[in-house]
């Protein structure tokens, strides 16, 4: 994950050698430009200066975004949440510059992003069609279940360190950003899940069509009737599995 991304820059753009050679050069050249260039270069260099601050408190978040994104099984990231927040909560207290709302709100949105994309590798479109196919609908359910808890644990661990912090930083330093522009993306998963879920019982309702038989004067005709809605429905599941769907979102 590039945390550099996050504290703007790993690198100085600007050699100070070369800077201070262009600067003499003006000098001898007496250009109105020399006092401008120097505030320029002093403006880079704290820049510089900042991202390489804010990259040395963000690498102390560098072991949990790898287990966000090489774990297995997706249950045992609740045991990560807890350590990951309180991290971020120290960066927010003892870092100069990495502790502003707008900085929080693109950590967060990266945490989520890389949350959410493993999300969609543990309960993948294909899985959930595989366990339909196989008339295992429950196991299906259980699976987006046991996945939206570990999200919604997240959300919970976020909201009660948000608390705690607010309670310890000083007043700047609180995070005050508005819960839906970090966790838009969060949201919207959580609402796919809910459709797939739906989607999902539904399929098994229809699936019993199949076996449907009515007896009676008209049982030839209603079951006709029953066997097309459920040609029909087929037809739709199969153009609904083909549609492809993306399933993760960028970083920030």
Known sequence: ?????????????????????????????????????????????????????????????????KTLRDC?????????FPKMMHTVVLVWQHSVHYNTNERLKNLMRAIISALVAQASRYVSGEEIFRFMDEDNVEDAVEKIRATTAVLQEFKRVFLRHQEEANAKLESTKQWRVPIDSMFD????????????????VLVNQFEKLEKIHI???????LTEQIRQIYANFQQYKETFKKEKVPTAWPLV
């Open 72 to 80: 297995v099984d997706f249950s045992k990231l609740v045991d990560t």
């Open 215 to 221: 007896g009676g004067t008209k049982g030839r005709i």
């Open 185 to 200: 993306r969060f949201n919207e998963f959580m609402e796919r899940c809910r459709d797939v879920t739906e989607f999902t």
């Open 1 to 65: 994950y590039p945390l550099c991304a996050l504290a703007v820059s790993d690198e100085r753009p600007v050699s100070t050698q070369s800077t201070w050679g262009a600067i003499s050069e003006l000098e001898e050249q007496q250009s109105a430009l020399v006092e401008e260039f120097k505030k320029l270069k002093h403006q880079v260099m704290d820049q510089c200066d900042e991202a390489e601050s804010n990259l040395l408190y963000l690498k102390t978040l560098e072991p949990y975004f």
